[in-house]
């Protein structure tokens, strides 16, 4: 499986940003896809994940609120949008795909990482 994530970029804060990630390969039928982040000097994190079922998703409690992930199971791609984006929200965003968890060893495919950058 291999996963294309994009839509980073540079905003103020209190602006918005949506990401785009498309997995592509031998995908299962069912799966989950989700995101992290990492911010520099600290560890990667959980932001949010969205199972293959309908109405399944996962939070981490920093976003709540403000960013929602969504996906297109015909076009294999899961978004995050991103509203009231703070200066604590920069970081590498990574799409990840098939596993469930908080925990980054927890997912088992990981795209590139794209940059998101929230300026004060």
């Known amino acids: 499986v291999q996963l294309q994530a994009s839509g980073g970029g540079l905003v103020q804060a209190g602006g918005s940003l949506r990401l785009s990630c498309s997995a592509s390969?031998?995908?299962?039928?069912?799966?989950?896809m989700g995101w992290f982040r990492q911010a520099p000097g600290k560890e990667r994190e959980f932001v949010a994940a969205?199972?293959?079922?309908?109405?399944?998703?996962s939070y981490a409690d920093s976003v709540k609120g403000r960013f929602t992930i969504s996906r297109d199971n015909a076009k294999n791609t899961v978004y995050l949008q991103m509203n009231n984006l703070k200066p604590e929200d920069t970081a590498v965003y990574y799409c990840v795909a098939v596993g469930w968890g908080v925990g980054p060893q927890q997912w088992n495919y990981w795209g590139q990482g794209t940059q998101v950058t929230v300026s004060s």
């Open positions: 969205d199972h293959w079922i309908r109405g399944t998703t």
């Open positions: 390969g031998r995908t299962p039928s069912h799966y989950a």
